[in-house]
């Protein structure tokens, strides 16, 4: 019963702190923390403490999982190298400098044991930068490679403390068999992680339930991590290298219901457990602070050893990575902006090294017989708190000063509407390939629900705050149609003259439809809050050679007067001036006017608009 009241008080408690979050617009993590602190000292509350089994093998997998499969392996593949530095040599560097400094601070501490908490507070976090980095917009290059860092650092500072551990038993350190554990633990991993993915892979092949499909990912980390550690290799990357490829070939593995299904799934297991782990955090705060106090350093001795170990952690992270880029790294220019990312972003991935919830559980692996480990659990303490407020709180402030970039709505709008256009082509041409009888006019509704999906997307571009266009004015008189249908439904059902199955089978295809309309109704508002100047696509010659030219005060369709018609945004062809309404309008004069003349590229009319399309190539500049 107490279990089952704590774990219920854990969930209200992320419920209520996230809510209370949004309202006052501040990043939950710092909310649980505080809360989870102030909750440590409250008498009633029953004392939670974290131990390195519950961590590691009951929060870590799932939490590892998850961000994994929503990682994209193309932009970890492309950004491998920063990856890795940071996951392997700034975990390495940070272990040893703080090894240095705990060991002049810490009167009589031995080595092994100043490593041991190096490797504790090494590794950042991939919840907490993440979370932060997200919801504050950091560039999503930065945003990448903090995740891919996040995911791999785990794995060297485990393999660092295990050493360590070994070494204050009395054990014998030598680099080579250092070295030659993390190879073996490291390769183990991935060849744990990567038999786990094919087996998976052919099992999911033959599950058409979506229930069976996601009961089955719920068992892979857990077990991809237990079976790793059990062959001494490193549980962390084998959930990661499973994660990282079920996620990129589910478009080929799984039905569309079973994807559906597990995202919706691991988006909830990944938020109470991600928001659960900094209510965590904050419990530990009494007990910890109370042992320490009950050791025989002084105050003095232990903070300055604490927020030493803090700094210290700061310091190196941002000594490594400028060096890093510069010289080793050198990123190309950005696919989308064509410049080399600012010394702003490298900044920003600097000062995004939050710790979380593994530096407080790796460590309680050290030996409770072990010199001064009150005070090493709140050295870990202090770290993950410290660069929580103090990184965390702060990052939102450096990216306004800083003015870095963050990901624009309307360029995603642009890729999107791209996108869907080169994919309707291809869906166009296999149209032609197939064969078929049509005495009922199927294809001609095929073709124009997908004109239809295509004009929308782009009819998002030209989003205006004070015009209502027509996919505003579907959404919002479908919605009201749909909540009619449910009302009536719910009627019908409550007559019990329907069976309950059929019932819920038609709730839930109002609920897909609404749903669908509720997403891109999110996403003209996001949109309208933006700027539309950003390019994205790829760049044609046609596009090359029709650059941007002046567009006129106050431009018309002529052809939409003449026909007594309305327009919903307009276009201007680069090659002879002709003004023509969108495909979102009642006229498409616009493409009508490239089916007249093969006048190739045209721009956006609209004020605010800056992007060109090329009609021959579907590229967008």
């Not at 939670?48 to 499969?69: H, I, M, R, T, W």
């Not at 070494?167 to 038999?195: E, T």
């Not at 939102?396 to 256009?421: G, M």
Request: hydrophobic share 50%; aromatic share 8%; charged share 20%.
């Amino acid at each position: 019963m107490e279990i089952t009241l704590l774990l219920c008080g854990l969930a209200v408690g992320v419920l209520a702190c996230t809510w209370v979050a949004e309202k006052v617009d501040v990043p939950a993590p710092f909310l649980l923390v505080v809360v989870g602190v102030i909750a440590s000292y409250v008498p009633w509350v029953p004392n939670v403490e974290l131990s390195e089994d519950v961590v590691l093998f009951g929060l870590l997998p799932p939490l590892l999982y998850a961000a994994a499969q929503s990682t994209s392996l193309i932009d970890f593949r492309v950004n491998k190298r920063p990856i890795l530095l940071l996951s392997v040599g700034l975990v390495a560097f940070t272990t040893a400098g703080v090894a240095v400094v705990t060991h002049l601070l810490l009167p009589g501490v031995t080595w092994p044991v100043a490593f041991a908490i190096g490797a504790v507070v090494a590794p950042p976090d991939a919840v907490a930068a993440t979370a932060i980095g997200r919801r504050i917009g950091l560039p999503r290059r930065v945003v990448t490679i903090l995740e891919g860092e996040s995911l791999l650092n785990d794995a060297t500072a485990l393999v660092a403390l295990g050493t360590a551990v070994s070494l204050i038993g009395g054990g014998h350190f030598s680099v080579p068999h250092v070295g030659l554990d993390f190879l073996l633990a490291a390769g183990g991993g991935v060849l744990v992680g990567l038999v786990f993915f094919f087996v998976v892979a052919r099992v999911r092949k033959h599950l058409q339930d979506p229930v069976l499909d996601s009961a089955l990912s719920l068992v892979v980390p857990f077990l991809a991590f237990a079976v790793s550690e059990e062959v001494h290799a490193s549980g962390v990357i084998a959930v990661v290298v499973a994660g990282l490829l079920l996620g990129h070939q589910a478009p080929v593995l799984q039905s569309a219901q079973s994807r559906i299904a597990e995202r919706l799934n691991w988006r909830t297991i990944a938020f109470l457990l991600e928001n659960a782990v900094f209510l965590l955090i904050g419990l530990q705060a009494w007990k910890i602070i109370r042992d320490a106090g009950e050791g025989s350093l002084s105050w003095g001795r232990i903070l300055a050893v604490c927020f030493a170990a803090l700094g210290t952690c700061i310091v190196l992270r941002l000594a490594w990575v400028f060096p890093s880029r510069y010289l080793l790294v050198r990123p190309g220019p950005d696919p989308v902006t064509g410049e080399q990312p600012p010394w702003t972003s490298t900044f920003m991935l600097g000062w995004a090294g939050m710790r979380g919830v593994v530096t407080l559980a790796a460590a309680f692996v050290i030996p409770e017989d072990t010199p001064y480990r009150e005070v090493l659990l709140l050295t870990a303490f202090t770290v993950v708190a410290g660069t929580l407020f103090l990184q965390g709180m702060t990052l939102p402030w450096f990216a306004r000063r800083l003015r870095v970039p963050s990901p624009d709505p309307a360029e995603d709008a642009l890729a999107r509407a791209t996108l869907l256009q080169q994919a309707s082509k291809a869906a166009l041409h296999r149209l032609d390939d197939l064969e078929y009888d049509d005495q009922q006019g199927v294809v001609d509704l095929i073709r124009q629900r997908l004109d239809q999906r295509n004009f929308a997307a782009w009819e998002r571009l030209g989003t205006v705050a004070d015009r209502e266009s027509p996919s505003d004015l579907y959404a919002r008189v479908r919605l009201s149609m749909l909540e009619a249908e449910r009302t009536k439904v719910l009627k019908i059902r409550d007559s019990g003259k329907v069976d309950s199955d059929v019932v819920a089978d038609v709730l839930a295809m109002l609920d897909v439809e609404e749903s669908m309309l509720d997403i891109a109704t999110d996403e003209r508002r996001e949109l309208q809050e933006y700027s539309r100047r950003r390019r994205t696509g790829f760049v044609c010659d046609d596009l090359n050679r029709y650059p941007v030219v002046e567009t006129a005060a106050s431009p018309v369709c002529q052809h939409c007067l003449d026909d007594g018609l309305e327009w919903v945004a307009l276009r201007q062809c680069l090659e002879c001036g002709e003004v023509g309404c969108c495909d979102s309008s009642a006229g498409q004069h616009a493409t009508a006017h490239f089916h007249e003349t093969t006048h190739p590229v045209m721009e956006t009319a609209e004020p605010g608009e800056d992007w060109r399309w090329c009609y021959v190539h579907h590229a967008t500049a």
